[in-house]
Nanobody
Framework: QVRLVESGGGLVQPGDSLSLSCAASGRTFSSYSMGWFRQAPGKERERVASHTWTGGITYQADYIDSVKGRFTVSRDNAKNTVYLQMNSLKPEDTAVYYC??????????WGQGTQVTVSS
């Protein structure tokens, strides 16, 4: 059974940093493109970062405009884990954050997500 477990969220002030982790089990994801998604209250889930597998052990990172320069996606294939480093957090970054494959596959269940709240 493929399982994704997100962690690392919390309550922080504007300008603070958080590091999210997504631990995968049940399958090796080194040759899959992965993404970080978020869903704010009353809004649809959006993909904020992609870590696209380009072959071998190389990947390309892409971000939506609103997080460029502040968020960094990476992975550790030995740990089958994807990370999202979030710096200079803003209140509009408040959401539940999830990871999943890109594109999302029907054999991968969404995890429970991790809540990120940015508030003064």
């Amino acid at each position: 059974q493929v399982r994704l477990v997100e962690s690392g969220g919390g309550l922080v002030q504007p300008g603070d940093s958080l590091s999210l982790s997504c631990a995968a089990s049940g399958r090796t994801f080194s040759s899959y493109s992965m993404g970080w998604f978020r869903q704010a209250p009353g809004k649809e889930r959006e993909r904020v970062a992609s870590h696209t597998w380009t072959g071998g052990i190389t990947y390309q990172a892409d971000y939506i405009d609103s997080v460029k320069g502040r968020f960094t996606v990476s992975r550790d294939n030995a740990k089958n884990t994807v990370y999202l480093q979030m710096n200079s957090l803003k209140p509009e970054d408040t959401a539940v954050y999830y990871c999943n494959t890109v594109p999302v596959r029907n054999w991968v269940n969404w995890g429970q997500g991790t809540q990120v709240t940015v508030s003064s």
